[in-house]
């Protein structure tokens, strides 16, 4: 299933955020494989380096040994190290399972196992398709954009929440493989049928481009959906194919987050250079750049809203202080932590907070937020466009 927000199982916001909106694991594996921005013109790669065995107020050798108790005993080692981390008091933490985590890591490739279908419940409380991803598995059988989900292989879904029934789509961990098969119960119109669907290996697309208007100074809209592999550079690409001096809508309402390089990438589609955000590891900090030779005379608004979370901040923290954008919408979400993953007994993986960035003005984000330059709600889209009229970047 495309997305980000139902690849887990419910155990609440901030444990499912934490997840999704990575801070995270790209701070330690990107750093061992060399692909974080360099911190100055030394060479010197930004790196996350364990100065101390306490992350997030919690020992992570308290962590593993409870882990470990547990599996000798016979029980969740995950379960277990997840008690331990309820009780630090870090908001961030988090502990998941081998399952969970190897979804984290797909969804961050940009890339899932399932059938290429969007849900939500309705109005009504059922459960109905709003997107097919075309060529998928569902898109092949016939299933369309306001379908009913009635059943999965034979369970009705119509009481559970959206993250289960997501869940039976893409099945158990045996289930959860390329061909595997999957019975879903649909319903159209009054009419109800089975078929079955063999899932396979789909990739998102987390970036759209659309023009709003006719003329050749018709601004663009560029969507950015979450920072997944290439987002980054799918966003310089589409700036650079915007023609004349036609504005850009940046859209990152409801961005959810993801890979913080990828967000940098993103700057330096506007910015020439210099410092997008830094950031703290146990006290020692660190800074992000952006690339030189961005456009930096285009106009740009960028649209925020609540779900505007995380490496969508960041990204919002840097235009915004730096004067490159007007930002239009709602206060973002404030998730401005850094997160640093331990591997535990049993395959489980542990997530604890390690630090927080900064956007270049100094300000924080976590709790926080940004506050938009105008504020706008569900008519956020019509007033950038207004704003980026003003701006003289065509309508």
Known sequence: MPGHTYHLKPRGIYRGAALTLVFASVLATAAATGSLPREDDTGTEIRTRAVS???????????????????????????????????????????????????????????????GVSARRSARGEVAVTAVQSGGPADLAGVRKGDLLRTVDGRPVEKRPVAEVVALLRGDRAKAVEGSPVVLGIGRGGHTWTTTLRRARLSTDPVSVRRLGQGPSSAVLIKVAAFTKGAGTAVRDAVEEVPGDAGILLDLRANSGGLVTEAVTASSAFLDGGLVATYDVHGEQRALYAEPGGDTGRPVVVLVDGGTMSAAELLTGALQDRGRAVTVGSRTFGKGSVQMPSKLPGGSVAELTVGHYRTPAGRSVEGSGITPDVGAGPEAQQRGETVLSGLGGGS
């Open 53 to 115: 065995s306490t992350v997030g107020g919690v020992d992570r050798e308290e962590i593993a040994d409870a882990a470990a108790d547990a599996e000798a005993d016979g029980k969740s080692g995950t379960d277990a190290a997840e008690e331990v981390v309820s009780r630090s008091g870090d908001r961030w933490g988090a502990v998941y399972d081998e399952r969970e985590y190897e979804d984290f890591e797909q969804a961050l490739d940009g890339s899932y196992t399932g059938v």
